[in-house]
């Protein structure tokens, strides 16, 4: 017969019980982290995205002029 030691007298399985909760701590853990940097970080970024945006549809326009092309 063999013993298994994660199972207590009453049938509970505790050290894959706590394992699982230990992962799931780390999984919400790191979440929020993420969720925290993009919270801080999105303007920047997103102002980052936007000025890069108009910068190549200015130049755009410019070249597009300056070659004699149909500005849209």
């Not at 993420?34 to 801080?40: D, H, M, S, T």
């Not at 920047?44 to 945006?53: F, L, Y």
């Amino acid at each position: 017969m063999v013993i298994d030691t994660n199972y207590r007298k009453d049938g509970y399985l505790m050290k894959a019980a706590t394992g699982e909760l230990n992962l799931t701590v780390i999984t919400l853990i790191a979440i929020g982290a993420v969720i925290a940097f993009f919270w801080f970080m999105w303007g920047p970024i997103k102002n980052g995205i936007n000025n890069q945006w108009n910068d190549i549809n200015t130049n755009d326009r410019n070249t597009m002029s300056e070659g004699g092309g149909e500005i849209k």
